[in-house]
C-alpha cells in the first residue's frame, strides 16, 4: 500500500467514526427514572366561570428524531404552534402567542443555517383568531411567555399594547440573547417582569399564583432559556395542565426521559444540565399525579382537550 494510499484511509475511518458518533448522540439514551413526587397536589379554587381556549397558529415541520433522543428521522412531527387563552373573571391570560404576521420577515432576524433548516405553515394568527371571534381586547391582561424564543413570541407584535410578562432573567435574555431573542427585541413588547414571590410549588422553587386563587401557578424552569417558566393551570372541573413550554419538544422528553439530541441541545438550549434537573421534576409529577395533562408547546398530544377559540 502506497503511503497516499494509508492516508486516504486513515481519513476515511477518522471520518466514518465522527459521522457513527454523531449519529449514536441521536440514539435513545432514558435519563433515570425518577420516584414520584412524595406531595400532594396544591389546592386551587378556580372559579366556575373559567376556561381554556386554543388558538392554533401554525406548525413548523420538523422529526421525532430532531426533538429527543431515539425518535425515529423518518417520524415526521409537525411541531403545533399553538397559544393558550385562559378566560378568567379577574382577567385573561394568553400563553405564548404562536407565529404571528410578520414571521416571513422575523425569520430574516435568523442566521442562514436556521432559516434552511426551518420550514413552517402559517395558518391563522392569534390576533386574527381573537379579532374574528369577537373577542374584547380588554379583557386581555397580559400575555404569558413560556419563554422568548421567536416561534413563541412571534405574534407579540400584532397584540400591542398588551403587557407581556415573563421571568426576570428572560426579560435580560429579551435584550442580552442576540439572534435566539431577536423577534421578542424587536417587537418592542411591553415586557414585565413576573416577581415570583410564592415559595415552593410542585417541586419548583418559586412560584406566582396569578389570581390568589391557585388556578394559574408560574414558576422558573430555566434551562432551554435562562428565564423559562412552565404555566400550572387548575380548571374548575378538577382538571390540571402544565404548559411547560420548550423543556421538552414533544411528549416523550418527560414520558420517556428523552433529552434533546446533543446537536440540538448544544445549539437551542442555553443550560442543557438544568433541562434535565427540570425534565426529571416533570418526569417525577408525571408519575405520581398521572391524570396531570403535561403539554409542551409544540406537541399538539398535549392540547387535543381543549376547545379552538374559533369553530
Ligand atoms: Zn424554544
Known amino acids: 500500500m502506497t503511503r497516499r494510499r494509508k492516508w486516504l484511509l486513515g481519513v476515511l475511518g477518522v471520518l466514518i467514526a465522527a459521522g457513527g458518533a454523531f449519529l449514536w448522540t441521536f440514539t435513545a439514551a432514558p435519563l433515570p427514572k425518577p420516584p414520584p413526587y412524595p406531595g400532594e397536589l396544591p389546592k ?6 373559567m376556561r381554556l381556549k386554543k388558538l392554533a397558529t401554525g406548525v413548523t415541520h420538523r422529526s421525532a428524531a430532531f426533538a429527543y433522543r431515539g425518535g425515529s428521522f423518518f417520524d415526521k412531527r409537525d411541531f403545533s404552534m399553538t397559544a393558550v387563552l385562559v378566560e378568567h373573571p379577574k ?8 407565529l404571528g404576521r410578520d414571521v416571513a420577515a422575523q425569520l430574516k432576524y435568523m442566521p442562514w443555517a436556521f432559516r434552511v433548516t426551518t420550514s413552517y405553515s402559517l395558518w391563522q394568527t392569534a390576533a386574527a383568531q381573537l379579532d374574528e371571534a369577537g373577542y374584547d381586547r380588554k379583557k386581555l391582561r397580559a400575555i404569558v411567555l413560556t419563554h422568548a424564543h421567536w416561534d413563541h413570541a412571534s405574534g407579540v407584535a400584532d397584540l400591542a399594547g398588551t403587557p407581556v410578562w415573563l421571568s426576570p432573567e428572560e426579560k ?14 424587536k417587537a418592542n413588547g411591553d415586557y414585565r417582569a413576573i416577581i415570583f414571590d410564592g415559595g415552593s410549588y410542585l417541586g419548583f422553587e418559586q412560584s406566582f399564583d396569578v389570581y390568589g386563587d391557585g388556578s394559574v401557578v408560574i414558576v422558573p424552569a430555566p434551562g432551554h432559556t435562562p428565564g423559562s417558566v412552565i404555566v400550572f393551570v387548575a380548571l374548575p372541573d378538577g382538571k390540571r395542565y402544565a404548559f411547560v413550554g420548550d423543556l421538552v419538544w414533544q411528549r416523550e422528553g418527560i414520558f420517556e426521559r428523552e433529552e434533546r439530541p446533543w446537536l440540538q441541545r448544544t445549539l437551542g438550549d442555553s443550560d442543557p444540565k438544568t433541562v434535565r434537573v427540570m425534565i426529571l421534576n416533570l ?3 408525571a408519575a405520581r399525579f398521572p391524570e396531570m395533562v403535561i403539554a409542551p408547546a409544540h406537541d399538539a398530544r398535549g392540547f387535543v382537550d381543549i376547545p379552538p377559540l374559533l369553530h
Open 44 to 49: 386551587a379554587s378556580p372559579p366556575a366561570e
Open 91 to 98: 382577567g385573561d391570560l394568553l400563553i405564548d402567542t404562536g
Open 172 to 185: 435580560t435574555f429579551v435584550r442580552d440573547g442576540g439572534w435566539l431573542s431577536a423577534v421578542a427585541r
Open 283 to 285: 418526569a417525577s409529577l
